[in-house]
């Protein structure tokens, strides 16, 4: 073997790695600055929920076109796009002073990923044609990733308290810089191939995205009932509806549905929606309770998620090499099954736990995140036709962040709805009138009262918050436990079902259709 080729290709790992590194870092860093965020730019909770999700949700939206376009027009020249791009939306949210201009920067953000992500797998089969170098390299590729979503919770707390909220945001900008200057140097160019690009699809789901999560998220404010919110949630639905009937009808669709039928695809596919789902839409709201309601500084959080991170990098090399041996559904299984009971865990526990009470629900999450990682990587991309990778690839990254993106704003929702269920209750046994709730629900975030949270708060009422927020996290962290358990029993049916991964056995892409029925 050439040296200075497999050099090379060990710089192209290291370059893709420390993208998605600092993509994924990106998804959870931002958690621990929330509070911060609430009380410097006068933000409650469903604006501290747009920050989180400005990201997510643009990036769900435009992943599978970011795919597209790394086909058409070459996935080393999209991948070098989308990382500028991602840079500049970091430097801008750093400079934001409002919560309207971070919820921009974070969306510029947001394309920004969704261009790089998915040339990332597909530049990685590229690079590695060996199979056996090839499953290690993403192993690698995937356990790096992981270990972005969990070093964030970690790096991210000190950073706040000693720095402020604006240098989660800063870190990007000289890990951009030089992961674009490794791009320039040491990535092949792959020939871009003929491609329509499914414009009609990108505006369906676009949309119908938009609209549901602005949906989920301003309903318990607003009431359910309220047509801004009714009105959004009926298009929501029927755009959804309308995308999934166009890409069914297309030859090169931004999302292949008949991926789905593979009983194993299906499978993997789902089960990083459903982690992504219960992990990522129940995280971002523990920092709130842990330095809103607990009085925790934001480093102390940061530093009660090292078990996690300890546990997604002991797991991540552990499940690269029960796929290898077992296949993905014993890791995907096991991972789903623990992450149900650490996020249930947690609901067992109130605001005068100790910390080490729900310790081992950190470990059971941690571990349970890592064990899923790779195999999804590993299942799907072993199953398609090389032609597929880069769709392929978007489709893991679509759906994985699709999940964090409903997931906040559904297990946001349960939250919200249980928050102010409690509260209007303890407010009445306080003899204090309904309307007051909207005055002091936002006080965990520090948007209220200066930035004391609710410790500003005179004590029966501060007490009555704290517990209607506890209350709220409990059935939120429920509700995604049991979502998550059923998953497990799903995929492992699913799994169970299907025939051995061979590599020679791949979901062929469908057979070209008239012209007619293509997108412009």
Not at 84 to 98: E, H, K, P, V, Y
Not at 178 to 190: C, E, H, N, S, W
Not at 460 to 470: C, I, N, R, T, Y
């Amino acid at each position: 073997m050439d040296e200075s080729s497999a050099r090379r290709r060990r710089l192209a790992l290291l370059t893709l790695c420390v993208t998605m590194f600092m993509s994924m870092l990106d998804n959870v860093i931002v958690n621990n600055a929330l509070p911060r965020v609430g009380r410097d730019l006068d933000a409650g909770i469903s604006g501290l929920q747009w920050v989180a999700e400005g990201y997510s949700l643009v990036y769900a939206a435009f992943v599978l076109t970011g795919g597209a376009l790394g086909d058409r027009y070459g996935r080393t020249r999209v991948f070098r796009l989308g990382l500028a791009l991602f840079t500049l939306g970091s430097a801008g949210a750093a400079l934001a002073g409002t919560i309207g201009v971070l919820v921009g920067a974070r969306m510029i953000q947001g394309v920004g990923a969704a261009l790089l992500t998915p040339g990332s797998l597909a530049l990685l089969r590229h690079v590695f044609t060996d199979e056996q170098e090839r499953a290690k390299a993403i192993a690698t590729w995937s356990g790096v990733s992981a270990l972005g979503l969990s070093v964030g919770p970690v790096v991210g707390g000190p950073m706040v308290e000693h720095l402020g909220w604006a240098s989660v945001f800063w870190i990007n900008v000289p890990i951009g810089v030089a992961g674009l200057l490794l791009a320039v140097r040491v990535l092949p160019d792959i020939p871009p191939r003929a491609r329509r690009i499914d414009l009609g699809g990108l505006a369906l789901s676009a949309a119908g995205l938009g609209l549901l999560v602005y949906a989920l998220i301003e309903g318990p404010n607003r009431g359910w009932t309220d047509p801004r919110v009714l009105g959004c949630g009926v298009a929501a639905v029927a755009l959804l509806l309308a995308f999934l009937l166009l890409e069914l009808r297309l030859a090169e669709p931004m999302l292949e549905l008949r991926l789905f039928r593979d009983g194993m695809l299906g499978g993997a596919l789902l089960s990083g929606f459903m982690v992504s789902f219960g992990m990522f839409g129940a995280l971002p709201f523990l920092p709130l309770m842990m330095q809103g309601t607990l009085g925790w500084s934001p480093a102390a959080a940061g530093y009660a998620g090292l078990p996690m991170t300890a546990m997604l990098v002991v797991a991540a090399p552990l499940s690269g090499r029960l796929t290898a041996r077992h296949g993905p559904r014993p890791p995907l299984v096991l991972g789903l099954v623990l992450c149900a009971a650490g996020l249930g865990g947690l609901s067992l526990y109130g605001d005068h736990a100790r910390y080490p009470e729900y310790l081992w629900t950190l470990f059971a999450m941690g571990l349970g995140m890592g064990l899923t990682f790779t195999p999804v990587s590993i299942g799907v991309m072993q199953r398609v036709a090389p032609a597929q990778t880069g769709m392929a690839s978007a489709a893991i990254n679509t759906l994985r962040e699709l999940g964090g993106v409903l997931g906040i704003a559904v297990l946001g929702a349960v939250l919200t709805n249980r928050l102010t269920d409690s509260l209007t209750a303890a407010l009445h046994r306080l003899g204090l009138p309904p309307e007051a709730v909207g005055a002091v629900a936002d006080a965990p975030t520090g948007a209220v009262h200066g930035g004391g949270g609710a410790a500003a708060l005179p004590g029966p009422l501060e007490e009555a918050v704290d517990g209607a927020f506890v209350d709220g996290i409990h059935l939120a962290a429920r509700c995604g436990a049991l979502a998550l358990l059923a998953t497990a029993v799903l995929v492992a049916v699913l799994l169970g079902r299907s025939r051995p991964i061979a590599p020679s056995d791949p979901v062929r892409p469908r057979p070209a259709e008239p012209a007619g029925a293509r997108s412009t």
